[in-house]
Each structure stands twice: as C-alpha cells, then as structure tokens.
C-alpha cells in the first residue's frame, strides 16, 4: 500500500497473505506489557518480523488509529511515536 493509498477496514489486498492470519487475535491483544503479557509482545513481534506485509499491516494500523494490540510488528506505544514523527515532518513540510 502507497503513502496516497487510503487504508480501509475492507482492504484485504494484505490481509490474505499475512503471516498472523490462522493464529490466535489473542496473541497480538496481550493485557498489560509486564511478566507474561511481555513475553508475549515478544511472540507476536516475531511473527512480524517474518511477515511479508508487515509494512503494510503498519500502515493500516496507523491510518485507522487502531490504539491496542501489536500491528506490524509495532506496540501501542511505538506506533504513537511514529504518529507524533508524522506529525511533525507535516507541520515541517507547511512551514517551508
């Protein structure tokens, strides 16, 4: 998916190839991010690392604001940050 691409709940051009998609939601929605629920980020980011569309995965998770769970091998807060960075390289790019 492009940066001019808008991301939809009904695009399923990734979806269908995504490493994550027989396994268990659960394992992306850990409860909390200490003892267990940490191991268990670690798992889900594992399986993204091996994922052909983990950057497309990203991107919809970023352009639908999605705020839980591990999407493109990226947690809550990392994809908050990259949302911030976003952010500020527009208000950037309208100053100049």
């Known amino acids: 998916m ?6 939809t709940w009904n695009d399923e ?5 995504a490493e994550c998609r027989e396994m268990d939601p659960a394992l992306f ?14 798992r889900a980011k594992c399986v993204c690392e091996a994922c052909m569309v ?5 991107e ?3 352009r639908t604001n999605q705020e839980y769970g591990i ?3 990226k947690d809550e807060e990392e994809r908050r940050i990259i949302r911030r960075m976003r952010r ?4 950037l790019a309208q100053a100049s």
């Open 88 to 91: 500020h390289q527009r208000k």
């Open 13 to 17: 051009q990734w979806r269908p190839r």
């Open 29 to 42: 929605f850990p409860v909390g991010v200490t003892g267990e629920a940490e191991r268990q980020i670690v």
């Open 60 to 62: 919809f998770a970023l």
């Open 54 to 58: 983990q950057m497309a995965c990203l």
């Open 2 to 7: 492009d940066a001019g691409t808008k991301a």
């Open 71 to 73: 999407w493109g091998g």
